[in-house]
């Protein structure tokens, strides 16, 4: 799925809304800079995965005769690969 900037500004002021009607955050700046905020981070994250698939289609690509032998999945190990990059570099998927 594609994110383009409108959506995430939209669910971030989703989540916003429903933090300040429970009562979660008394924010102290107005809800465009927390919106500000919200969506670089979250642009961040996208990138930050974007680079995760690309380590990871480097790696299956650098085993690929290897994984072709075995007959593995490699929709799986792309998966598995792409979670244990993330869980070293303290990334949320």
Do not use: Y
Not at 17 to 33: E, M, N, Q, T, Y
Not at 66 to 73: D, G, L, T, V, Y
Request: proline content about 1%; aromatic content about 4%; charged content about 40%.
């Amino acid at each position: 799925m594609r994110f383009t900037d409108d959506l995430i500004r939209r669910l971030c002021a989703a989540i916003l809304s429903r933090w300040k009607a429970k009562g979660l955050i008394h924010p102290k700046v107005s809800d465009d800079a927390l919106l500000s905020r919200m969506t670089a981070e979250i642009h961040k994250d996208i990138q930050r995965e974007a680079e995760l698939d690309r380590e990871a289609e480097a790696l299956l690509e650098k085993h690929l005769g290897k994984i072709e032998r075995s007959q593995a999945n490699s929709r799986i190990l792309f998966q598995k690969i792409k979670e244990r990059l993330a869980k070293e570099r303290d990334v949320v998927l």
